[in-house]
């Protein structure tokens, strides 16, 4: 999405970070929020934990934290407006930005997704095995939190599930467009995303094999994945 959005003129930084696609994540800001998460004594450099990182650490490191490298990276949003940021830690670490930035002229779009296509995937592509229960834990630990963060503060947002831009783009799209005042074309989506439209990229087959991957990491290589998780810093 967040790509999508950037042939809008949106910036998105000055590098954005890589994985096995491009993210189209402002790398600064996604290293940034990994400090805010390793300067609350969080043991992960993503959110995906039971427990999620604690709100209330992350609202008090403003005041006892060192501030100055989060405003010298605001400054530099505000002078590439318009900006676009996008990283599921957000929707833990706005409760740090927060306190360095006001919204009155920003608008905020939740992406979520079908959890059945995105457990397949994570176990399927990724290779992590989880439960299907733990994953839509956490998921919802992502979503509740930025409901509550947007609600809270009486912010414009519209909720977007990735899986609508797929099976539905041209209304999607409109939505999109209307909420933002953007004047995005399926032209727009197509030069990003490169997969097939009108219909989910992972079959029900598919759920039934991710969720036999996770058992058999459970039962025959005891591999079974206890929470709150092992320390990943790379």
Not at 99 to 104: E, G, P, T, V
Not at 179 to 193: A, Q
Request: glycine share 4%.
């Amino acid at each position: 999405m967040t790509g999508i959005l950037s042939t809008q003129g949106y910036w998105v930084g000055e590098k954005t970070e890589k994985l096995k696609f491009d993210t189209y994540e402002n790398a600064e800001l996604v290293d940034l929020n990994i400090q805010i998460l390793q300067e609350i004594g969080y043991n992960r450099r993503d959110c995906n934990d039971i427990p999620p990182p604690s709100i209330k650490k992350m609202d008090e490191l403003f005041l006892t934290g060192n501030i100055q490298k989060y405003k010298k990276f605001l400054k530099k949003c505000a002078c590439n407006s318009p900006w676009l940021w996008k990283d599921p830690r957000l929707c833990y670490t706005i409760m740090f930005w927060k306190n360095l930035m006001a919204f009155y002229d920003c608008k905020f779009i939740m992406i979520t997704r079908d959890y059945k296509q995105g457990y397949s995937a994570l176990l399927l592509k990724k290779k992590v095995p989880m439960s299907y229960n733990e994953y839509v834990k956490m998921n919802e630990g992502y979503e509740r939190n930025a409901r509550a963060f947007l609600k809270k503060n009486k912010l414009d947002y519209m909720t977007l599930q990735f899986e609508n831009l797929i099976l539905d783009p041209v209304d999607t799209i409109d939505k999109i467009n209307f909420f933002l005042n953007t004047d995005l074309l399926m032209e727009n989506v197509k030069s990003i995303y490169r997969g097939g439209f009108y219909k989910n990229k992972y079959k029900a087959t598919d759920f039934l094999k991710a969720r036999t991957f996770y058992y058999f990491h459970k039962y025959i290589f005891r591999d079974d994945i206890k929470f709150p998780r092992t320390t990943m810093t790379e």
